[in-house]
Every structure is written in structure tokens, then in C-alpha cells.
């Protein structure tokens, strides 16, 4: 049952708090002095003796302070009843944005994978044309290839099913990360969007291990390669630099396309921003997810190629597993 407030809603709108004090306590002190004036002249017309005015004046303080003391109560009461009536109201829409926010970043995340599997089919479909017309000593390499790609779509499948759960832990290992870009620049090239493309690789710095997770890594790398490749047309050049210092591993996409303007750095990795026609706005929103997972950073530079340079740079050294909650 709905406590009943003493201040209706929309009265609570137009009080202004200074106001409508001052005009309460201006009141309350004129109230006061009247009564005390005129229940002391009656007091004093009644009382026949000092001791009958002194009890009379008792009486009446005692009335007064009965009276009053009802007043502040009802006041406090229904001002305290407000005060937990809008906590509980204030809780409940607390739980209803929070539980919003939660319905919309696991649509928000299923839109993600599903974009990451059409990445994949992508490979898939022109591996299957190229798997047709290759020679009978080629089509064991074709044929690791297309099974490499559905193995990343089982992984891709596994993620979708966990969607929803609390606390879905990431597995790192620990990998060469120069091996998982060389055999996922490889895996990226067989796309159509690709293929036409002119893709180089380079390598500098020690082949030290590092704590990854292979499959976010791989899906980021052919995120920024799609990109890359769209942004020339998929017939531009594309060039992949990895390096590593005493701490960090960087990895830096290259194009010669028309670059990134400044004003859209900030927005281009929000989910569903595209400046693409048929663009989803999801594939640079993933490459930020999979980087801040790894505690890693991902700025967006011009490249001396001409276009634009995206480079990642993540943690050598092991830190703590994230989680995706």
C-alpha cells in the first residue's frame, strides 16, 4: 500500500524550498505570538490569585507544547514517508536502467560475433572457390585453412552460448604473438575483400612470448585488415608491422587509403558508428573490446602510406585474467 504523501507531485514542482520556508516560519512565528498574546490577556481576565495564573499559564504551555509537537509529527511523518517512498521508487528505477543497459550490452555483444562470423565465412566462401580450381597437391593446404576457419566459428559459437552468464572468464596462454599474426595475416588474406589487396607483413624485436588469448587476438587483426581493406577499396595496400620492447607488443595496421579525420577518432570505435554505407559500426568496437581485455590501448594515427594506422599495443608481461561480466 502506497503511503499517502503530505505534498501532492505536482505540488512538489512549483515549491520553491527558500520560499515556501520562509513564508512557513513567518507564519508559524505569527501564529505563536498571537496565541501567546491573547492566551495571556484571557489567562489574566480568569485568574483570581498569582497561584491560579501560574497554573493556568502551565496548562496552557503544556497545550501548546502537546499541540505543537502533534503538528511536527504529522509534518516529519509524511516528509519521511516521502523521503522513503522516492528511495524506494528511486532503487526501482535503478534496477530497471541497470537491467536495460545489461539487455542492451548482450545485444549489443551477440551483434558483435555475429559480425565476426560473417568475417569468417568471408574466408570460407572464397577458400571454397579457391579449394575448385587448385591443384591436387594443393588442396591439403585449402583444406587446413577451411578447417582452421570452422574451428573459429565453434570458438565464435561457444562465446554466443556463454552470453548472458556472469563473470565469463577469457583464457590466456602463453604464445608467440609474432606466430598468431603471421598465420592470421595468412588466414586473412584468403578473404575476398582481401585477395585483391597488396598485404606485407613485418617483424621486429624478440619473439618473446606473451599472455593472450589467440582467438581475440585473431578476430581483432581481421577486423583492423577488413577495415583496411575497405577503406581502399579492397585494392590498395595494407602492411601489418609487430614489434616488442622491454614491456609492450605493438602492432600497427597500415593503408593507403583516405585516412581518418581527427573529429571522428573519438567515435569510430563506439558500437554501431560507421561512416560505411553498408557498414555495421561493430567491427572496431570489437578490435577495443578484444585490446581493453588484454590491457592493452589502440590509438588511431595517419600512416607515412597515406591513410590510416592503427596501432595496438599490448602488455608483454602476464596480468590478472579478465573477465567479461
Known amino acids: ?7 501532492s507531485a505536482p505540488m512538489q514542482k512549483i515549491v520553491n524550498p527558500l520560499r515556501s520556508s520562509s513564508i512557513i516560519a ?5 501564529i505563536c505570538g498571537t496565541y501567546i498574546w491573547f492566551s495571556g490577556a484571557i489567562a489574566a481576565k480568569l485568574s483570581s490569585s498569582i497561584p491560579a495564573l501560574q497554573n493556568i499559564e502551565l496548562y496552557k504551555g503544556l497545550a501548546y507544547v502537546i499541540l505543537t509537537g502533534m503538528i511536527l509529527f504529522f509534518i516529519l511523518y509524511n516528509l519521511l514517508a516521502r523521503i522513503v517512498t522516492q528511495n524506494r521508487e528511486l532503487e526501482l528505477h535503478k534496477k530497471a536502467l541497470i537491467a536495460a543497459q545489461a539487455r542492451a550490452l548482450t545485444g549489443s555483444f551477440a551483434a558483435g560475433i555475429a559480425h565476426d562470423i560473417n568475417n569468417v565465412l568471408g574466408v570460407i566462401d572464397f577458400g571454397i572457390d579457391e579449394l575448385q580450381d587448385a591443384a591436387p597437391e594443393d588442396k591439403p593446404m585449402y583444406f587446413d585453412r577451411l578447417n582452421k576457419a570452422f574451428t573459429m566459428i565453434g570458438d565464435l559459437s561457444r562465446r554466443l552460448q556463454k552470453i548472458g552468464k556472469i563473470n565469463t572468464s577469457i583464457d590466456m596462454i602463453e604464445t608467440s604473438i609474432f606466430d598468431i599474426v603471421r598465420q592470421t595475416v595468412d588466414f ?15 617483424q621486429h624485436g624478440s619473439n618473446d612470448t606473451c599472455c593472450i588469448n589467440p582467438y581475440l587476438i585473431e578476430q581483432m587483426i581481421l577486423n583492423l585488415m577488413l577495415n583496411a581493406a575497405d577503406a581502399t577499396g579492397c585494392s590498395g595496400t595494407i ?8 614491456n609492450n607488443v605493438q602492432i600497427e595496421i597500415h593503408d593507403n587509403g583516405p585516412g581518418i579525420a581527427p573529429e571522428q577518432r573519438d567515435s569510430i570505435f563506439n558500437a554501431y558508428y560507421t561512416t560505411k554505407v553498408d557498414g555495421t559500426g561493430l567491427g572496431l568496437a570489437t578490435v577495443k573490446t578484444c585490446t ?5 590501448t589502440i590509438q588511431i594515427d595517419s600512416s607515412p602510406l597515406g591513410g590510416a594506422l592503427f596501432k595496438v599495443v599490448l602488455p608483454l608481461k602476464k596480468t590478472d585474467h579478465p573477465t567479461v561480466n
Do not use: N, P, Q
Open 239 to 246: 602492411k601489418i608491422v609487430v614489434g616488442t620492447d622491454t
Open 188 to 202: 586473412a588474406s584468403r578473404h575476398k575483400k582481401l585477395k585483391t589487396c597488396k598485404v606485407s607483413l613485418a
Open 26 to 30: 513567518i507564519g508559524y512565528i505569527l
Open 292 to 296: 581493453e581485455l588484454h590491457g592493452g
Open 1 to 7: 500500500m502506497r503511503t499517502r504523501l503530505f505534498w
